[in-house]
């Protein structure tokens, strides 16, 4: 997977169809990488996302030097950087020659391309699991709200600390966490705070499905598992679950149905439900096809 790796993140597959994804540091590349796994593999069926660092997910930003803006771990919110510069700028200017609307623009062009490389896991035909250990701070918590699944390892701290830096969360965080865990109250709670929360506590309320026991390389272990599983499945059923799960999340009953109903009008043909009848009744594992037949651009 040395095609897919890059200086800040690496890939690997540790198991036919799974890839495993070690953040460093990422900024804009994470978004790209999945965009290029989704466009430029044909037979991946699922991915962990954990941490290249043994002892933590993410650190975030370092609150204690915001001005010198220490940049240690890969999670820092560079956003806040490139608005400190447009602010800076704005305020060296000539009053006369800057307009609020504009420079509101300015932001805007920072902010977006952030927004689309961290939810890049949500546009993936493919499950997308989790992994997190030690400290998952801020920018942290926007990255695993946009995964499908999250296992956490008993050692895990979730912060939501956005405010502490003085803005609130724009990653995500706030649009997803309360659809995720369906409690308004705490997730506010959590947001104005900054409070820390165990792994024990984010399993109470929906945000991760499994807290394993041990760190890193237990959580790893336990999500690789979970991934192997899924890939014996049908992809088409699984991407189609993906779709329609995360349609049915931003609408109504009666809008997911019809939205379903067209969906499998179409995937209803594939050659896959023969398949599975026949691998499950011969007790063997299924033969699909890859999931995208862009092969001659395959990388894997």
Not at 62 to 85: K, Q
Not at 215 to 237: R, Y
């Amino acid at each position: 997977m040395n095609n897919l790796s890059s200086k800040w993140i690496q890939v690997s597959e540790p198991f036919p169809h799974v890839l495993l994804v070690e953040l460093a540091r990422f900024w804009k590349a994470y978004g790209a990488l999945f965009d290029a796994i989704s466009e430029e593999t044909s037979d991946v069926r699922a991915v962990v996302l954990s941490s290249a660092f043994p002892d933590i997910f993410s650190a975030g930003l370092d609150c204690a030097s915001v001005t010198s803006f220490n940049l240690s771990d890969y999670s820092t919110l560079f956003t806040v950087l490139e608005a400190g510069e447009i602010a800076k700028a704005t305020a060296d200017a000539d009053p006369e020659s800057t307009d609020a609307a504009r420079i509101a623009l300015d932001f805007r062009k920072q902010i977006k391309p952030f927004q689309e490389a961290i939810t890049a896991p949500e546009r993936c035909l493919f499950p997308v699991i989790a992994a997190v250990h030690g400290m998952v701070v801020g920018l942290g918590v926007d990255i695993i709200s946009a995964c499908d699944i999250r296992y956490a390892a008993s050692n895990t701290r979730f912060t939501i600390k956005e405010i502490d830096i003085g803005l609130a969360a724009d990653m995500g965080t706030l649009a997803y966490l309360p659809k995720i865990t369906g409690n308004m109250s705490f997730i506010r709670e959590m947001a104005y705070t900054t409070q820390w929360f165990p792994a024990s506590k984010a399993e109470q309320i929906g945000l991760v499905s499994k807290v394993v026991e041990g760190g890193k390389e237990e959580v790893d272990a336990a999500a690789l598992e979970l991934a192997q599983i899924i890939v014996t499945k049908s992809p088409i059923a699984v991407t189609g679950t993906k779709r329609l799960l995360s349609h049915a999340r931003d609408h109504s009953v009666a809008e997911n149905l019809e939205y379903t109903s067209l969906w499998n009008s179409a995937m209803l043909q594939t050659k896959d439900m023969m398949e599975t009848l026949v691998s499950t009744k011969a007790k063997r594992p299924g033969k699909f096809l890859p999931l995208n037949f862009n092969f001659g651009k395959s990388k894997l």
